[in-house]
């Protein structure tokens, strides 16, 4: 590399390098190579801070939507100037407090929810839309969704039941004259098929889909994903309705003598049965909230059972008619009930207040919520799905759907927005736009969950199984003390006597080598402490004057005269 200088008269001199290509690959191997430094942290009074970052320009935590805690918002704060207590006050303030954390740690959640729940809305040509039909659905929507809606033409077997598992991913159905199918609706691969060759009166799946029961006509049985009968339940004998708790591995059944049957299935046993003095039971749901079971009777009244309870836990005048069908929401706080005079009753279990009544076409026998509170109901061979009737009053449908024969029960599909109909010309999947929930909790119901995951999570549900015990009506009753309890286990402590043992010391004395070890002196020292305390217990109970556990002791003499305690 040279260098020389440029000179003229109108410009400076100029230095100019010459640089060959040799010299180029040089500095380029070097740079290649070059070992960079990381950026140290400047130390400055006791502040640390980056080289080169600049401050936030939004400092503190984001600001939450508004709509969206609206639209979490446990309602109206309760007025603390209004409670007596002190002590109250500060609970009722402390649990505000929390409601106020949920709902916000919920709205900022929302971000991590990848879908969006649909809905079905008219226009100038179809203002309502229960005009819309199952045709039109189907044409406006992809092939994969319009796939969902199908018909099964059993028309020999029928009427039929129906049950979707948690997950929402199988379907099993069984007819009145024996058929028992249980398949993946979504690939239409069938897994099992049975002629039961007895008339089938309800099914339902069990924790996952390797297990189903069916109530036959005389007993209940439990079949595999195979069609292989693995028990036959001759105490659940004569069952109409079936339920499945699933945090409970409790299979429940409703009989035709007005027993109410509660069966663990993880060991086998049953838990309890209760006679219900209510006649034939042919109405039962489920509280999903609680997993207390919710019977209807002929005598328009709904009674609530435990296993732990002879007695209904409550019961309630909802009808002057016969009750045809009652259902719960997913919280476990509004109730619907139909009865054979037309009549439709919204109800508030919280308060047991009845919010709204409707009358329709005919008596609802079958009724449902849906994940997103769309209550389907059938009468005949219709089909009704009205929008949420706990928020607002319902004047119109929301979609109507008719089948060729008379509709025996009806169910929808959980993550889906799909209704099944079982009836008596065998089975119909129905497209409901925003019936179900968008998104699922892989860790509580995963429709995408693969044989190991499956595995796990039968493991983990087994493991987390909460005891029959802890069904109550009020959930809120299991974090408080059970007074009457802690009172009958402090009588029976007071019945029996506490007496200390007397504190003996005993050392038996040395012998001379050879006469005695340690194990010998050992055994000496026990048997004379146990004699002596023997020989003294009658005294010390004496002396105790039967001292009792929560009594008062005696009060002290109190002498008038100072020489009346030498007497």
Not at 66 to 79: A, I, M, Y
Not at 452 to 462: G, H, I
């Amino acid at each position: 590399m040279g260098r020389y200088f440029l000179e003229s008269d109108k410009t400076e001199n100029v230095e100019v390098y010459q640089i060959s290509a040799s010299d180029i690959d040089k500095a380029k191997k070097k740079n290649k190579f070059k070992k960079t430094k990381p950026n140290a942290l400047k130390y400055k009074k006791g502040k640390v801070r980056k080289a080169g970052k600049k401050s936030d320009p939004f400092p503190g935590r984001k600001p939450v939507d508004p709509e969206k805690l609206e639209e979490h918002s446990r309602g109206e704060k309760v007025d603390v100037k209004k409670v007596k207590t002190k002590f109250k006050q500060r609970e009722i303030q402390r649990k505000e407090k929390q409601a106020e954390f949920a709902a916000e740690q919920a709205a900022r959640a929302e971000i991590l929810l990848p879908e969006d729940g649909g809905f079905l809305y008219g226009d100038e040509d179809q203002e309502f839309t229960s005009q819309i039909t199952q045709t039109e659905i189907r044409r406006a929507v992809d092939e994969e969704s319009a796939s969902k809606s199908f018909d099964l033409n059993l028309q020999e077997f029928g009427p039929y039941k129906v049950s979707y598992t948690r997950n929402g991913r199988y379907l099993l159905i069984g007819g009145r004259r024996g058929h028992i199918a249980a398949f993946d609706w979504n690939s239409k691969s069938l897994m099992c098929e049975v002629n039961a060759m007895e008339s089938v009166h309800s099914v339902k799946w069990l924790h996952t889909e390797n297990l189903f029961a069916a109530a036959q006509k005389k007993w209940t049985y439990v079949y595999d994903n195979q069609g292989i009968e693995i028990h036959c339940i001759k105490k659940m004998n004569n069952i109409t309705n079936l339920e499945y708790l699933p945090y409970h591995f409790l299979l429940t059944g409703a009989g035709e003598s007005g027993f109410l049957t509660w069966l663990d299935v993880s060991v086998g046993k049953i838990v309890k049965e209760t006679y219900t003095k209510m006649g034939r039971l042919d109405v039962m749901c489920q509280n999903p909230a609680n997993a207390v079971l919710v019977l209807g009777h002929s005598k328009g009244t709904v009674s609530m059972w435990t296993p732990n309870m002879n007695e209904p836990a409550a019961k309630m005048l909802v009808h002057r008619q016969p009750v045809r069908s009652v259902t719960i929401d997913r919280t476990g706080n509004y109730m619907a009930t139909s009865a054979t005079d037309r009549s439709v009753k919204i109800w508030d279990i919280r308060a047991f207040k009845c919010l709204h009544e409707y009358k329709i076409g005919s008596g609802a026998a079958s009724m449902k919520f849906s994940q997103k509170n769309l209550l389907a109901l059938s009468f005949g061979n219709v089909v009704e799905v009205y929008p949420d009737p706990t928020k607002q009053e319902i004047k119109f449908p929301y979609l109507k759907h008719q089948v060729f024969k008379s509709v025996s029960e009806i169910e929808f599909c959980p993550y889906e927005d799909v209704l099944g109909i079982g009836h008596g010309g065998g089975f119909s999947s129905v497209l409901v736009p925003g019936s179900g929930e968008p998104n699922f909790d892989a860790l509580e119901s995963n429709p995408y969950q693969t044989v190991k995951q499956r595995k796990e999570a039968e493991v983990k549900m087994l493991l987390d199984k909460i005891p029959a015990e802890l069904i109550t009506l009020d959930g809120d009753s299991l974090t408080g003390v059970d007074v009457p309890t802690m009172e009958e286990q402090i009588e029976e402590r007071n019945k029996k006597i506490f007496i200390k043992p007397s504190n003996i010391e005993f050392d038996p004395r040395h012998k001379m080598k050879g006469k005695g070890g340690s194990a010998k002196r050992h055994h000496i020292r026990r048997t004379v402490i146990e004699q002596a305390r023997r020989s003294k217990l009658k005294s010390d109970l004496d002396e105790k004057s039967e001292r009792r556990e929560g009594q008062m002791k005696k009060p002290a003499k109190v002498h008038k005269n100072v020489l009346d305690r030498f007497k």
